[in-house]
């Protein structure tokens, strides 16, 4: 939930700064759906560096629950 709502604060305090590479509404969302998915799956290519600690420092770790484990059929149903 931390992540689905960082998105959010992030995206918002990047529009309330105009900065010119603000996300939309869709990419935000997008990124909250299939970049959570991502991250979970411990890949953070997708993460935003502010949102996702691990992004800028691969020496941390992701906690447990994730979906590295999981099925292909489990990670769709999340």
Same mark, same amino acid.
């Given at each position: /939930?931390?992540?689905?709502?960082?998105?959010?604060?992030?995206?918002?305090?990047?529009?309330?700064?105009?900065?010119?590479?603000?996300?939309?509404?869709?990419?935000?969302? =997008?990124?909250?759906? !299939?970049?959570l998915?991502? =991250?979970?799956?411990?890949? =953070?290519? /997708?993460?935003?560096?502010?949102v996702?600690?691990?992004?800028?420092?691969? !020496?941390?770790?992701?906690?447990?629950? @994730?979906?590295?484990?999981? @099925?292909?059929?489990?990670?769709?149903?999340?």
């Open positions: /939930m931390r992540y689905f709502n960082s998105c959010i604060f992030s995206a918002g305090l990047q529009k309330k700064n105009n900065q010119n590479d603000a996300p939309s509404e869709e990419e935000t969302r =997008h990124i909250q759906v !299939e970049g998915i991502q =991250h979970l799956l411990d890949n =953070h290519s /997708m993460c935003w560096s502010d996702c600690w691990i992004k800028d420092n691969s !020496e941390l770790q992701l906690q447990n629950p @994730t979906l590295k484990n999981c @099925t292909q059929a489990e990670i769709e149903n999340f």
